[in-house]
């Protein structure tokens, strides 16, 4: 009796092993897993010829990028927008994690102190006023979603100009309805249908800084268009997403959507 009870807990042993490990290879956070909101940054650089595109990338990939993980952050995404032919501006746009508003505040002055830093990107870092690198940069502050705390790289199959990368923001008319929406995501159960969807989420985050407030934004990804437009489709189909918006609760919390279209670059973490 005694060795058929020790079978019987090493099954049950090499099954919640088993299951645990399935779940975690979703990469979705668990309730139990105790994680701190993450910061994002998403810095956009706007440039108007080819030579600043170029100029750009090489700062980005050889000494920026490298800079940054040097100081402990991982899992920066580089993407660029997917053609349209009736957009001539140019952009880079980088999305970058921090744990912390210390270690977001600390990047300038520690890269000012890194010497292969400052050699690599000399191109860009002193170039003169009469040839700018860029014609502006814009940067966005965010803070993650109570429901999606740490920003989840998305494994994807596809070639890296295949692929689409959705950014979506949502500004709301008021504070109360913006709190509403953040509420939908969360408690709601917005977050747990595209994950049951398998949409890639990479974050979901409170603008807490930007030109557009009050505003969240949030960025899902797919293999291809195709990809895409069958997601979407299943999202808007699904009875979750039918009983949420006749809730009366969460009507008119959104009075403004942008959606981008990007693909990332091949010095793009993913």
């Not at 090499?14 to 940054?41: G, M, V």
């Not at 595109?53 to 980005?60: A, I, P, Q």
């Not at 053609?83 to 970058?96: C, M």
């Not at 979506?168 to 049951?196: C, H, P, Q, W």
Request: glycine residues 2%; proline residues 4%.
């Amino acid at each position: 009796m005694k060795i058929i009870r020790l079978l019987s807990l090493l099954v049950l042993v090499l099954t919640i092993s088993s299951f645990t490990k399935a779940y975690s290879d979703l990469n979705i956070p668990s309730k139990s897993a105790k994680f701190e909101r993450e910061f994002y940054q998403i810095k956009t650089y706007i440039l108007k010829t080819d030579q600043q595109v170029e100029t750009t990338d090489k700062y980005l990939k050889e000494a920026y990028i490298p800079g940054l993980k040097k100081i402990g952050i991982k899992s920066i995404g580089v993407f660029k927008p997917i053609k349209d032919e009736n957009d001539s501006i140019k952009k880079i746009i980088v999305l970058i994690p921090f744990s912390s508003m210390a270690q977001f505040l600390s990047i300038d002055e520690k890269l000012a102190k890194d010497k292969t830093y400052l050699a690599v990107g000399a191109d860009y870092l002193n170039t003169l006023y009469t040839q700018p690198t860029f014609n502006r940069i814009e940067s966005i502050l965010l803070k993650a979603f109570s429901d999606h705390p740490v920003l989840i790289p998305s494994k994807l199959n596809d070639p890296r100009a295949n692929r689409v990368y959705e950014l979506r923001s949502y500004e709301s008319a008021t504070e109360a309805y913006y709190r509403n929406k953040v509420d939908m995501f969360n408690a709601g159960g917005e977050i747990k249908l595209f994950n049951r969807l398998e949409c890639n989420a990479v974050f979901y985050g409170e603008v807490i800084s930007g030109p557009k407030m009050p505003n969240l934004m949030y960025m899902t990804t797919y293999d291809n268009l195709e990809s895409r437009d069958a997601h979407w489709k299943a999202f808007s189909d699904s009875p979750e997403w039918k009983a949420l918006i006749a809730m009366e609760k969460y009507k008119n919390n959104i009075s403004h959507i942008d959606k981008y279209f990007l693909y990332p670059t091949e010095y793009s973490d993913y």
